[in-house]
């Protein structure tokens, strides 16, 4: 089978880290540019450092579960979730499976409060 593309090029563009960081950056600013999303992505913030103070830890699953106990729909952050524990926070290391239904199980990190 006759290969239709330069493999070395391909390789290049496939691969690399600052391309990468850029085009996340750039999609973490669009998830989180309304005024609704910017507004909510600040309540799951504060829920996240409450949630950190008072156990140490936190995950995803703790925020969305607080505010759900408040009225409020984490899944209404849509992409800008993936802000929530940017910044403010540190992965430390550890992870868990997730307990909400939406995630199927998956994976998840455990986060702590940066000079915490």
């Known amino acids: 089978m006759k290969q239709s593309f330069n493999q070395g ?10 391309e ?28 996240a450092r409450a949630v950190c103070l008072l156990r140490g830890c936190v995950t995803s699953d703790c925020v969305a579960r607080r505010m759900a106990e408040r009225g409020l729909d984490y899944s209404d952050l849509g992409n800008a979730a993936g802000s929530v524990f940017r910044n403010e ?3 430390t290391g550890d992870v868990q499976k997730s307990a909400r239904v ?15």
């Open 9 to 18: 090029a391909n390789l290049r563009t496939l691969f690399d880290f600052a």
């Open 20 to 47: 990468a960081d850029r085009r996340m950056e750039e999609g973490l600013a669009l998830a989180s540019s309304s005024a609704a999303r910017m507004s909510l992505l600040g309540v799951a913030k504060a829920h």
């Open 89 to 91: 926070f540190v992965w």
């Open 102 to 116: 939406s995630t199927h199980g998956r994976i998840i990190r455990v986060w702590r409060l940066k000079g915490v």
